[in-house]
C-alpha cells in the first residue's frame, strides 16, 4: 500500500509539473508579442550564451568527431569501405550527435546559470520589487534569455557540426589513410536538404525546452539558498532529459514526413 501510494502521490506531482510548466510556457511565449522589448537584455544573452558556450562547443564537437570517426573507421576497414566514412560522419553528425551535444551542453551550462540567477533574484525578493515597480519579470527576464536561446543554439549547433566534421577528416587522413578528396566529396555527397533541416529544426525546439525548463524551475525556486541549488540541479536534469526524448520524437515525425529527402 506505502508503495502505491508512493507512486500515486509522484504521478499527481509530475502531473501538476507538467501542466505549471505548459502554462508558464504560455506566458513566455504570449511576451513575445508585448511592448517593451529589452534589446539590450537579449543581446547581452546572446553574448553570455553564445560567446560564453563556444569553448565548450568546441570541444565536444572535436573530441566527439574524432572518437566516432576512429570508432567507425576500424569497423568500415573491416568491410573494405573506409571511403564511406565521410557519409557517416556527415548524416551522423548532422542530424544526431551534432544538435544532442550541443543541446546537451548548453543545458548543462546555461540552463543552470538562468535557473540559478534567477532563483538567487526571488530569494532576495527582487521578482517582488520589479512587479513593485510595474515591471513583468516573465518579460523582463525569461523572454529575453528564450529569445538569446532560440538565436544562439542553431548557431552553435552549426560550429559544432563543422568541428566534428573536421575532426573526423583528421582522423580519416592522418590514422585511416582516407584522402581528403574522397573525405569531403562524401560528406558534401551528404549534406542535402532533408538532413539539414532536421539539423537545425532539432536545436530550435531544444532552445524552446531549456528556456521553458530554466526560467520555470528559477521563477517557482523556494527554500533561500538551498531551494536555490535544489531548482538548478532539476533544471538541469530535467532539460537534459526532456532533450533526448524531445529528439526521439522529432526523428520519428520528421523522418515519416520528409523520408523522400534524406
Not at 81 to 103: D, F, H, Q, W
Not at 134 to 158: C, E, N, Q, S, Y
Not at 169 to 198: C, D, P, Q
Amino acid at each position: 500500500m506505502i508503495f502505491i501510494r508512493l507512486i500515486n502521490d509522484w504521478l499527481q506531482h509530475f502531473a501538476y509539473e507538467c501542466q505549471s510548466i505548459f502554462f508558464f510556457s504560455l506566458k513566455m511565449l504570449k511576451g513575445l508579442f508585448v511592448r517593451p522589448v529589452y534589446h539590450m537584455e537579449i543581446r547581452e544573452q546572446m553574448y553570455l550564451i553564445g560567446i560564453g558556450s563556444l569553448y565548450l562547443v568546441v570541444l565536444t564537437g572535436i573530441f566527439a568527431g574524432q572518437g566516432f570517426a576512429l570508432a567507425f573507421s576500424v569497423e568500415l576497414a573491416d568491410f573494405g569501405a573506409k571511403n564511406y566514412l565521410g557519409r557517416i560522419m556527415s548524416i551522423a553528425i548532422v542530424r544526431e550527435l551534432g544538435p544532442v551535444l550541443t543541446g546537451l551542453m548548453i543545458a548543462a551550462r546555461v540552463a543552470a546559470g538562468i535557473t540559478a540567477e534567477i532563483g538567487a533574484m526571488k530569494s532576495s525578493n527582487q521578482l517582488d520589487a520589479m512587479t513593485a515597480f510595474g515591471i513583468d519579470p516573465i518579460k523582463k527576464l525569461a523572454v529575453p534569455r528564450m529569445i538569446a536561446l532560440f538565436f544562439m543554439v542553431p548557431a552553435l549547433t552549426i560550429v559544432c557540426d563543422l568541428i566534428a566534421i573536421v575532426g573526423g577528416w583528421m582522423i580519416a587522413v592522418l590514422i585511416s589513410h582516407v584522402t581528403s578528396t574522397m573525405y569531403w566529396s562524401a560528406v558534401k555527397e551528404r549534406l542535402i536538404f532533408g538532413n539539414i533541416f532536421i539539423g537545425l529544426f532539432k536545436p530550435v525546439m531544444y532552445s524552446l525546452v531549456i528556456a521553458f525548463v530554466s526560467c520555470y524551475k528559477g521563477f517557482t525556486s523556494e527554500g533561500g539558498t538551498k531551494g536555490v541549488g535544489r531548482a538548478t540541479t532539476e533544471s538541469v536534469v530535467l532539460s537534459s532529459i526532456t532533450i533526448l526524448v524531445v529528439n526521439f520524437f522529432i526523428t520519428k515525425v520528421v523522418f515519416s514526413l520528409i523520408k523522400g529527402y534524406l
